[in-house]
């Protein structure tokens, strides 16, 4: 199992309903996407005080390797993902990625 965690760093003029529609897009490939089985997002509490310049994030769980990247070749991701970056300071750089191999845990 995979879990893709993304964090974004949002510009403060960042259009609220914009993020909103980008995540309901998201969460509409679960179950569309072979091995797309979970997704969940919301605001970065930030807790330990280690992550505040990314205010939002989001986690896809992926059955294995093979599903996260049919997931990221798929043209509807990769247009949600193109509003994403719109959204993000300085586009792409604030977006952070992280796959998390959980297969074996």
Known sequence: MIEHVVMLALEDRHGGAELAAVMAGLAGLVGRLDGFTGFRHGPNRDFEGKSGAYPYGFACTFRDAAALQAYAGDAGHMALGARLVAL????????MVIDLDLSGA
């Open 88 to 95: 993000c300071k300085g586009g792409g750089e604030g977006i």
